[in-house]
């Protein structure tokens, strides 16, 4: 019997846990004290009983009958999961290889929207890696920026300069070496726009070939054929901003005749490819009443869609572009039709225990805010590194004067950030309406220079949005005593 890693699964090992990652089914898992079992299962087949040689021969005191069965225990549901394959052939194991497919009814990677206990919740893997990480930042995930230039010129974008500034494939190869080791995963490409690299085929192949997963931000106004190819063959993902459905509104938004065209061509002809994209429409003034077209268009190619009214100011403080943002009025518009259309109702949001499950301002104080440098940074085209995407204006290090460890582990700018809790947003801690709200350092610094200090523009949005969920809840216990 011949065993090996499904081609889509990626797995790593922080210390005593195996956290095991099928991107096909977004399926994730967290095992303790099982790395000697994934050591020997590799991407190429091996014959089962000569993967139980290796361990036995790890485990110097097991017998070889104990060790066999429990192995077969392990691996009965990961194979059940088509993430780990087993069979008589190679070709066995590739015809039963997973792939993503548009050819079926809802390929669409659904979130769990349910309301956990809180024991369910923590005992998510993606709970019990935050946990991990909050004690042993590992860099899990990276966002390269590997260009400032750009097609477009969107109304809204944080990018203050599209210069064409470009990271060298070389010194991106380098970072990535480092990143693998380290323990990373999962590698985003962004910028300006990413596809504007001369390089981008020989990077997309780079990120696969160390075995970490590939996903683009991008515009797609420059996406060839060859791009496309080598994102098939990379397992990559894109992620694509839409604005509209209108050609008109969407160029307005990108300030670059016909790009809602060069979008629209492209995005069918990456679904024609069978890569999964997730389309984004950040709200506008200019745009947000014609968003549920957008959702309506993603769903009709069951692709995943998402829209966002967070509109933050540009990386070097400059909020010349937050004039294109919704004001409170219409912000609350649209929440209520997002929040009443498309959050399900028993989404963990509507719960009515929410409010009493609101941690106390000591226990909210001692917790992180976020990933940044815990779990997640960003590198620039200009060799900064940052740490998170928009938040340019916090450099951590640079990569043409230290390594990506030495940044990651001796910077005293990220142990700064990473050492930040709860404790340093004095008004948040107080807040009635935190629950409602992204505490987020980003978004502060970039509107009021200072990354403690919310913007009085969030705050109201949060309180608006707190107004909407109890209007919801009150709905729905009125119904709930109708029936
Ligand atoms: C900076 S762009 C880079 C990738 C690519 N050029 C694109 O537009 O998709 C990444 C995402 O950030 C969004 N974005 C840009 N400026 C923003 C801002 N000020 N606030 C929130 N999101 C923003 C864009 O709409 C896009 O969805
Ligand atoms: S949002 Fe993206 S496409 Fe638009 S200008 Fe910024 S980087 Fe370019
Ligand atoms: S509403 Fe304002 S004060 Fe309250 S948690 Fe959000 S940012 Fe902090």
């Given at each position: 019997?011949?065993?090996?890693?499904?081609?889509?699964?990626?797995?790593?090992?922080?210390?005593?846990?195996?956290?095991?990652?099928?991107?096909?089914?977004?399926?994730?898992?967290?095992?303790?004290?099982?790395?000697?079992?994934?050591?020997?299962?590799?991407?190429?087949?091996?014959?089962?009983?000569?993967?139980?040689?290796?361990?036995?021969?790890?485990?110097?005191?097991?017998?070889?009958?104990?060790?066999a069965r429990d192995f077969d225990e392990f691996f009965a549901p990961?194979?059940?999961q088509q993430v780990i394959l087993s069979g008589n052939s190679a070709e066995e194991l590739d015809a039963q290889e997973p792939f993503f497919t548009y050819d079926c009814d809802d390929p669409k990677t659904k979130k769990d929207e349910r309301i956990l206990t809180p024991d369910e919740a923590a005992a998510l893997p993606a709970a019990l890696l935050e946990k991990y990480f909050a004690?042993?930042?590992?860099?899990?995930?990276?966002?390269?920026?590997?260009?400032?230039?750009?097609?477009?010129?969107?109304?809204?974008?944080?990018?203050?300069?599209?210069?064409?500034?470009?990271?060298?494939?070389?010194?991106?190869?380098?970072v990535l070496d480092e990143f693998r080791?380290?323990?990373?995963?999962?590698?985003?490409?962004?910028?300006?726009?990413?596809?504007?690299?001369?390089?981008?085929?020989?990077?997309?192949k780079a990120i696969r070939a160390r075995d970490c997963t590939v996903a683009c931000l991008s515009n797609l106004t420059v996406c060839t054929d060859?791009?496309?190819?080598?994102l098939v063959e990379a397992d990559g993902t894109v992620q694509v901003s839409l604005y509209s459905m209108s050609p008109a509104i969407h160029d307005e938004v990108t300030r670059r005749k016909g790009s809602w065209l060069e979008t629209m061509n492209a995005i069918l002809r990456l679904r024609a490819a069978q890569i999964p994209v997730r389309i984004s429409c950040p709200c506008l003034r200019i745009n947000y009443k014609g968003y549920p077209d957008v959702m309506k268009f993603a769903d009709s190619l069951k692709m995943d869609a998402q829209t966002d009214f967070i509109i933050m100011g540009k990386q070097d403080c400059d909020t010349s572009n937050l004039c294109n943002r919704l004001n409170l009025d219409e912000t609350r518009t649209l929440l209520q039709d997002v929040i009443l259309k498309a959050v399900p109702m028993n989404s963990e949001y509507f719960s009515p225990g929410k409010k009493e499950q609101m941690l106390s301002a000591g226990e909210w104080k001692?917790?992180?805010?976020?990933?940044?440098?815990?779990?997640?940074?960003c590198l620039n085209a200009t060799g900064e590194y940052y740490p998170c995407p928009g938040f340019a204006g916090v450099p951590l290090g640079n990569c043409y004067n230290d390594s990506l460890r030495h940044v990651w582990l001796e910077s005293e700018a990220t142990k700064r950030i990473r050492a930040v809790t709860g404790a340093s947003f004095g008004k948040c801690a107080e807040c009635?309406?935190?629950?409602?709200?992204?505490?987020?350092?980003?978004?502060?610094?970039?509107?009021?220079?200072?990354?403690f200090t919310p913007a009085e523009h969030f705050c109201k949005v949060a309180a608006i949005n707190h107004e909407v969920v109890d209007e919801k809840q009150r709905q729905m216990i009125e119904a709930a005593k109708e029936e």
């Open positions: 019997m011949l065993m090996r890693l499904a081609r889509q699964t990626y797995v790593r090992q922080y210390d005593e846990f195996t956290y095991l990652f099928g991107k096909v089914t977004a399926f994730d898992q967290v095992f303790r004290s099982a790395g000697p079992f994934f050591a020997h299962i590799t991407r190429q087949p091996k014959e089962r009983d000569a993967i139980i040689d290796e361990i036995v021969h790890d485990y110097a005191d097991a017998p070889r009958e104990t060790v990961l194979i059940a004690e042993h930042p590992t860099l899990f995930e990276i966002q390269l920026d590997i260009t400032q230039a750009c097609t477009e010129r969107c109304r809204h974008c944080y990018v203050p300069e599209y210069n064409p500034i470009f990271l060298p494939y070389d010194k991106i190869c380098e080791v380290m323990g990373g995963i999962h590698v985003s490409l962004s910028g300006g726009e990413c596809m504007m690299h001369k390089d981008i085929i020989k990077i997309i060859e791009i496309i190819n080598a001692k917790r992180k805010v976020c990933g940044a440098c815990v779990n997640s940074m009635k309406d935190r629950d409602y709200c992204s505490v987020c350092m980003c978004r502060n610094f970039n509107e009021t220079g200072d990354m």
